[in-house]
């Protein structure tokens, strides 16, 4: 499995961006799931957002709700997350995952997730 991450970019605190998740190399069945994680320096790697692979079902991380949506194109077997409204405790790394073999279930931490991007930057300023 190939995880491309995009979108990644200096925002203004308040601001919105969009990251980019596209996965490919091996078949999915509707019960896998692609996840969007970050990580702070100096902090462990943090759940934000997790996707259904069919996109029937999302689940939402506490410290980014109400302003983080993730949505998946299926053709182009494409993961996006919205953040909105960025303040200064959302900047980090910020990585996608896939759990092949989910079983229609959420995962919430990163060592249940064998497929990783390699992470997009997301520097927020005030």
């Known amino acids: 499995v190939q995880i491309t991450e995009t979108g990644g970019g200096l925002v203004e605190a308040g601001g919105s961006l969009k990251l980019y998740c596209t996965a490919s190399g091996s078949p999915y069945s509707s019960g896998d799931s692609m996840g969007w994680f970050r990580q702070a320096p100096g902090k462990d790697r943090e759940f934000v957002e997790a996707?259904?692979?069919?996109?029937?079902?999302?689940c939402i991380g506490d410290s980014v709700k109400g302003r983080f949506t993730i949505s998946k194109d299926i053709p182009k077997n494409t993961a996006y997350l919205q953040m909105n409204s960025l303040i200064t405790e959302d900047p980090a790394v910020y990585y996608c995952?896939?759990?092949?073999?989910?079983?229609?279930?959420?995962?919430?931490?990163?060592?249940?997730?064998?497929?990783w991007g390699q992470g997009t930057q997301v520097p927020v300023y005030s």
């Open positions: 996707i259904l692979d069919n996109g029937s079902q999302r």
């Open positions: 995952a896939v759990r092949l073999g989910s079983g229609g279930y959420f995962y919430f931490g990163d060592y249940e997730y064998a497929h």
